[in-house]
């Protein structure tokens, strides 16, 4: 049977001299109802009576029959549970082979009303911050709910961070390598009852990919369940348009496989209106002011596969096979926007209208396979991890433009098409070797990632910009990376200490504008992590850590995708990797107060900035390297019941954000571009009922004045409200959910510095109502092995997100 890996009691045990060398046994009986008739799939448990410490578990088959293998002697309890029906325990002595008779489920319900809520808690660790949500209300969401009540945690749209920094999310350490939509819709559909608890790593190890960043780690709960279960689900948003999703999953667990497979098909209608602004100058003085209205209506169909097969070879070995397929076709933007010149006296001069048509094919294939070995008693765990990612996107876009005079006279008409395709593969391999040598966890690895993107875009038309022409596009990247962990605990003290190395080749080529970029460089990133307690009641901590952040493949890539003939992005060719410092210092005060204090500097920081070229009346976004930007925030959790039935966390941060960057044209100057700010997240649940099967959550937001790069934020505040019932005792979820109930999420960005003066308020269908259904068949209790499999490369598939 395939036991707990985390279960400190089965380690122990597994390493006692009585299992090494002493004879086990077995235990076989029967679960029955009080009608005698058997209990399919229900849970078996097997404690020690000394100490109650769970030593095997498993569940009943289809005839309600059980057998707990490997037992040592010794005097423990047997119980049974199923749902809410449970049964005594029976005191058994083990000292040979033991078949007991039929164990009989009793209905438990009556106890209900003397449930006592548990409490989620926080544990701080020297380099992260566990919260543990198993067996919680907070059990009853979903894992993307978690993780916005996870202390710490902003979720703004679809965007995850921690404390204003970019953050990564792992399940079961594997990352998750998804847009932030399609990672949301990924979490929304991972059940909360999987959770045992989500770690909140600020500054990650050198195990980890140098990468910079926080991590959210989603630890899957360990089961002892043996058979089959799946699930159903549908779930329809309500904004602007409607959107739908069905999604469904199956598991199915016996002694030698753990597999996974789910299917999800999201068909979407999307509405977008934006409201923009450029003032432009002639040197240094106001020439005309030029006002956008942008719609744009998109529809799309994502079909999204996952599969994954674990395979218990024997006690020491174990092999894991996994895909993820992701397929969008089809996708179609239709966009409008209404441009309008006025002069210094606000008066019309003239306007054009833009006819944007985009249509995009989107797929993305990922294929793991990880082999496990024990190396026996103090030898260590090995892995061996290999990845394939196969990135494909094709876009169409046709752009059509009317421009006319203050008096809707027709003056002039372009018209041109473009053909975009990029495409990618990337392959790593990567070794991880840990052992305990007293009271040292050493931790050994290395990697091995090679990147090939492929691009090429096409331009016709009657009449198209200047300065465009066909182009391909090709850009490599090999990285090698070796890293050691070494972790030690003594007395109130605990240290980890790690130091990465990573040695990477980079060359790009376009053929219109030749050789790009070619770079070879070797870097170091250390960290580290101390702790000290000062009794059970105050936790004192320092980390420290240097990492890197590497452009992301998409904004490497020159080709423009246009608003209109006078407004595009682009990608930036020559960006160069940024190297980021950050300092910590933290307390804890009786596991539930939290202050922390750290600073960031970020050299060469990547960052999104809009130039508006003057001389040619032209907006171009790109991402750029700013000379660098810095950071000082002071933080404040705190979580805990309120009430039996309210439970609240609040996260409180104020801040100073600073980026400095050379001025338009690069003259020398640097100008800056600062704020103090504040964020304040606040989360309420309320369990409605003595059962806890009707929960209801409020959580509010609010973010002050922000900045990006040269750009700056106005305030937000967002509120949320859901009502969750559960029904047929756990079988059938339904979730009605309440998103930026007052339409306040949505904000004005701008920029004004020196002859740069423009902005805008982007408006997306942030306020909607969803309802959504869940249902679960076969043994549902039992606990899935879903995760994700793939490597730290293919984030940078994606562009990078933004508040």
Known sequence: MLLPKNTLTLILLWLSPLTVFGQLYKVSGKVQNEQSEPVPFANVYLQKVSDSMLVSGTSADQNGDFILQNIPPNTYFVSVSYVYEKSDFLPLEVNEDVSIGPLIIGDQTQYLNEVVLKAPSVKRLSDRLVFQVEN???SQSSAFSILSKTPGVIVIGDKITIKNSP?????????????????????????????NSIEVITNPSAKYDAEGG???????????????????????TKATYSKYEFNTSHYYKNEVVNAFASYSYNPKKNYKKDESYINFFEGELFDFRRETNFNSTSKSYAHNFNAIVDFKLDDNNQLSLAANVLNSPNKENYNTATDRDLDQQGLLQSYFNSFNILKNDNSNVSLNVDYGLK??????????ISNYIDFRDHQFQELTTDYYDEDGTLIDQNNFNVWNKQNYRIGTGQVDYSVALGNNQIELGSKY??????????????????????????????IYAAYANIGNEWDQW????????????????????????KDNYFKLFPTMNLQYGLGTDHIFGISYKKAIERPRYQNLNPFRYFLNESQYTSGNPTLKPSIENKITLEYTYNDKYIFSFYYEHIKKHLEELILQDNINKILNSSDYNIEGSCQYSTDFIFFDYIKQWWYMSSYMSGFYLENSYLSQGNTGVVQKNNTLGFLGQFYNQFTLSKDQSFTADLSLMYLSDYIMGRHKFKNQFTADLSIR????????????????IFNTTNIPVFTRNGNQDNGFFSMPESRSVSLGVRYKFGNYRLVDNHRDITPEELERLKEKSKL
């Open 375 to 384: 190396l026996g008693e103090n030898g260590g765990d090995l892995k061996v």
């Open 494 to 517: 605990s240290l980890v200490f790690g130091l990465r190395g990573e040695y990477i080749q980079i060359k790009a080529k376009s053929i219109s504008l030749g050789n790009l970029h």
């Open 167 to 195: 953050t990564l999310i792992y399940i079961n350490g594997k990352r998750v390598y998804l847009s932030n939509t399609e990672l949301k819709d990924l979490l929304e559909n991972y059940a909360g009852e999987n959770i």
């Open 136 to 138: 919680t209300n907070l």
């Open 214 to 236: 926080a991590i959210l780690n989603i630890v899957a709960s360990k089961n002892l369940s043996i058979g089959y279960k799946g699930e159903v689900g549908s779930n329809i």
């Open 725 to 740: 019932k559960s029904f047929y005792k756990k079988r059938l979820y339904i979730k009605l959910e309440f998103q930026d």
């Open 449 to 478: 990632a090679d990147i090939k993107s492929r691009s090429s875009v096409r331009y016709e038309g009657t009449s198209m910009p200047d300065d465009i022409a066909d182009d391909i596009f090709s850009y490599d990247e090999n």
